[in-house]
Every structure is written in structure tokens, then in C-alpha cells.
């Protein structure tokens, strides 16, 4: 990451901050992506970065605590996922060697335990205690502070840990184009017919993300909208799917579109340049985010689509715990299933057969997306930051 420029803010008391996340390329992964951002933005704000990034294993922590040490950083800010460490617990153990205040943002949380044969019973006793916690081992119990970019994620924390964390939003992955071309041409342009009822997933493609489901609700929805078509906004290599096992995803997703007989409802475009993303979007009626995990904030590409106004459609796991900024009817139409192609043709059918609806979750969605930038999120960590180093001195 760039050091920032040389001049009065220099001088002035600079923060010198570590951000510690995994090696991963941050075309292919959404945290790395965020974290090169957050840091370009740190650095606006005159905080000195220091990037420290950690390999998979405990021989990559060991590398990562020595430069850490090296660094004489005021204080440690970890972007944690479990995929970007390579499913790695081994940096679980930073809170203990990294020598300096730490603070922890949660971008994947509630569904991974780092010592996969510790039982469950055992993993809320260490919780419990506040010793060690199933998805961060020693991170959130020797964190200063615990930051969460979604509502679950916070809900999970507060029933584990009874810790209410400060929010770290996340922004969309793709800005609104202002100069996108308009709908009929951009349409044109992705070979989709013109009057179509255009439904748009956006992001990587992965199993999942819930597609072999949302196909066949659209094969499903064919008589009662004729035009109904589905476009398939992004490309299927990513950190989580390498080349080989993308081919083979891709073949099997084409597979089982032509199975359902849905072969002429559905555009796959492949990975696009951000504009195009921005003008496919603006060219869609709705959007549909069938993860099968469940939807949350978390997401570039569904902060993307309701920053774009599009009326959303998510799915939601039964036994997730609500969610204060996913409301359905709201800001969002939630499916509350997941793996189920039923409960996503119930939830296109409610907003392809009412205008109001789609007309109040746009702008709802839009609403609780707009406005957010890099600038003031990363103003806000540096507040946080001298709150945490202000309290380490005081104790």
C-alpha cells in the first residue's frame, strides 16, 4: 500500500496502523479488495499503513509476527476470513504474539469452527469464559475491539460473546455509472430480448450462491411471464473456485439450465469491466441473491444491485438470527429458505406481480446503502483507533 505523502500531517502525532489479512489477489476476493481500499482511504486520512500480509499456516504467522514486531506499529487491525487465511486457524493465535493493541473486523463469522474436531459443547464453554472463540480462536477475546460489517454477524457475536460491536459497512463492489448507455441499448448489447423481465445475479459464480435454484424458479415462473429472462452477471474463477473447478462448475450449472429447459432464459456474460456491470444492472427489472448460506450485507455485489435501485429478492437461513438491515417488504424481498427453488419462484412472483412492492423495497434498498464512501470509513477507524490506543494507555 502507498506511504502516505510527506508533509504538516506527518508531523502531527501520525498513526502508524497494520492492516493484517490474507494473501489473496484482490481481483478474485472481495475482503483483499476492501482492504486495499480501507488502506488507500487510511492513508488520505494521514494514518501511516503498514501492510502485513499472512500465508496459511503457522510458519506464515511466524512470518507475519516478526514483520509485525519489525513494524512498531501503534496497533494491529486484522480483516478476518477464514478463506483468505486458507482456512488456516493458526491466526487465531495473533492477539497473543502480536505485542500490540489489536482490533478485528468479522467478514465471515457464525459458520466455521478454526479446530474443526472440538466439539461444540466445548467451543461455548471456552466462549463462556471469554478464552477462546469456534471461528477466531484468539482473536475476538484479545481484540480491544470487535467490528462486524452486517447485522448477523453482530447478532451472532452479541448471543456468543454478549459484545456489542461497532459496524464496519461495507461499500458496493461497482459505483453507478452515471453515463451507462440507456437499457434498450445495453440490452442489445448482452443479447437480451428488449421487453424481457430481466432478473440480474451479480458476483462470482460459485455453488454457493444458490444459481441451480434461481434457474429453475425462472423455468418454473415461464408460463405465468413469458419474457421472464435471467442474466448471470460475473465470472466464475475466484479465490474460492480455481480454473479447473470453475470449468467444471460452468459445465454443470449449462447442464442443468438446459435440464429444466431454460437454455433460452438465461444470459451467462462471464466476468465484465465495472461500467458494463453498472449499465447491466440499470438495465434490470430485479435483483435475486439466492446464497445458500443465506444473504447478508457482507456482500459487494448485493450492496451493488440495491445501490443501483433495484428491487432485491435474498434468501435467509430458517435458524439465522434476524437481521435489523435485510427487512422484508422493507428494504428487501427475503426468501426464507435456502436451497429451494419453490421459495425463490414465490419471492420473484411477489415482486414481478407488484409495483408497489418493487417500488418500496428500491427504494428502501437504496436508502440503506447510499451515501456510504471510503473517506468516512476510514475516518471513523482512525476514531476508533485512538479510542483504543487512548484506553491501552490508561490501563
Not at 52 to 70: E, I, K, Q, S
Amino acid at each position: 500500500m502507498p506511504a502516505p505523502a510527506i508533509g504538516y500531517r506527518r508531523r502531527v502525532s501520525p498513526l502508524r496502523v497494520a492492516l493484517v489479512h490474507g494473501r489473496a489477489d484482490p481481483a478474485h476476493d472481495g475482503v483483499a479488495d476492501y482492504t486495499v481500499h480501507l488502506g488507500a482511504a487510511l492513508d488520505r486520512q494521514g494514518a501511516d499503513v503498514v501492510d502485513v500480509p499472512v500465508d496459511p499456516g503457522v510458519r506464515g504467522l511466524a512470518r507475519a509476527v516478526r514483520h509485525l514486531r519489525a513494524s512498531h506499529v501503534d496497533l494491529a487491525h486484522v480483516q478476518f476470513a477464514p478463506s483468505a487465511f486458507g482456512f488456516s486457524g493458526a491466526v487465531g493465535l495473533l492477539g497473543d504474539l502480536a505485542g500490540t493493541p489489536l482490533v478485528t473486523t468479522l467478514h465471515e463469522y457464525g459458520g466455521w469452527s478454526c479446530v474443526p474436531r472440538v466439539p461444540a459443547g466445548l467451543w461455548s464453554a471456552l466462549e463462556r469464559r471469554r478464552l477462546a472463540d469456534r471461528d477466531t480462536g484468539r482473536l475476538v477475546p484479545r481484540s480491544a475491539a470487535v467490528l462486524t460489517t452486517n447485522g448477523e454477524h453482530a447478532a451472532v457475536l452479541r448471543q456468543r460473546w454478549g459484545l456489542a460491536s461497532r459496524r464496519a459497512p461495507l461499500l458496493p463492489n461497482v459505483e453507478v455509472d452515471p453515463d451507462a448507455p440507456d437499457r434498450a441499448a445495453t440490452r442489445r448489447a448482452l443479447g437480451v430480448p428488449e421487453d424481457a423481465e430481466l432478473v440480474v445475479f451479480f458476483g462470482f459464480v460459485h455453488p454457493v450462491k444458490g444459481l441451480r435454484y434461481l434457474a429453475d424458479a425462472v423455468a418454473r415462473l415461464a408460463g405465468e411471464h413469458p419474457r421472464l429472462h435471467l442474466l448471470v452477471l460475473g465470472g466464475f474463477t475466484s479465490l474460492a473456485l480455481p480454473e479447473d473447478e470453475a470449468a467444471a462448475f460452468r459445465a454443470e450449472l449449462t447442464g442443468q439450465i438446459a435440464e429444466v429447459g431454460a437454455v433460452d432464459r438465461v444470459t451467462i456474460t462471464g466476468h465484465r469491466p465495472a461500467g458494463e456491470v453498472s449499465a447491466a444492472l440499470q438495465a434490470a427489472d430485479v435483483a435475486a441473491f439466492p446464497f445458500t448460506a443465506g444473504a447478508t450485507l457482507k456482500s459487494g455485489a448485493l450492496l451493488a444491485a440495491l445501490d443501483h435501485g433495484l428491487p432485491t429478492l435474498v434468501t435467509r437461513r430458517p435458524d439465522a438470527p434476524a437481521d435489523p438491515d435485510l427487512c422484508d417488504g422493507e428494504t428487501v424481498v427475503v426468501a426464507p429458505q435456502v436451497r429451494d427453488a419453490g421459495v425463490l419462484v414465490d419471492g420473484l412472483r411477489r415482486l414481478l406481480d407488484d409495483e408497489a412492492l418493487r417500488r418500496k423495497v428500491a427504494e428502501g434498498g437504496h436508502a440503506l446503502v447510499h451515501g456510504r464512501d471510503w473517506d468516512t470509513l476510514a475516518a471513523d477507524h482512525v476514531t476508533l483507533y485512538r479510542e483504543v490506543l487512548a484506553c491501552a494507555a490508561s490501563s
